[in-house]
């Protein structure tokens, strides 16, 4: 099992960053694909970006690439999303998530998930 604690959201204003972070516990982190996730108000959670178990693979939302960045440190149980150039349609609760296998974008092939963490966005 995983466990799963987001931090690092808030408010910031458009065009600057945040680094979103992901602790984990439990003894198949090192070897779980990992995601994050966004949800608004009113709109199905999507997909952001997800990286495998190694951090050799990663895969974006065309939404956000070229402007964040998911990376892990596995000797520390984390796993992080950095957020540059931010703009106010990325305001969303944002979610991290691990699965066994393959690093995948349907949230639904995702066993594990933090209790998410507000980004908000200003103009």
């Known amino acids: 099992q995983v466990q799963l604690v987001e931090s690092g959201g808030g408010l910031v ?21 990992m995601g994050w996730f966004r949800q608004s108000p009113e709109k ?12 050799d693979y990663t895969y974006y939302a065309d939404s956000v690439k070229g402007r964040f960045t998911i990376s892990r440190d596995n000797s520390k149980n984390t ?13 969303a609760v ?15 092939l995702y066993n594990y998930w933090g209790q998410g963490t507000q980004v908000t966005v200003s103009s």
């Open 13 to 33: 204003q458009a065009g600057g960053s945040l680094r979103l972070s992901c602790a984990a516990s439990g003894r198949t982190f090192s070897s779980s694909a």
């Open 79 to 91: 796993f992080y999303l950095q957020m540059n150039t931010l703009k106010p349609e990325d305001t």
């Open 94 to 108: 944002y979610f991290c998530a691990a699965r066994s296998g393959h690093p995948l974008s349907n949230p639904r």
């Open 44 to 55: 199905e959670r999507e997909f952001v970006a997800t990286i495998s178990w190694n951090g």
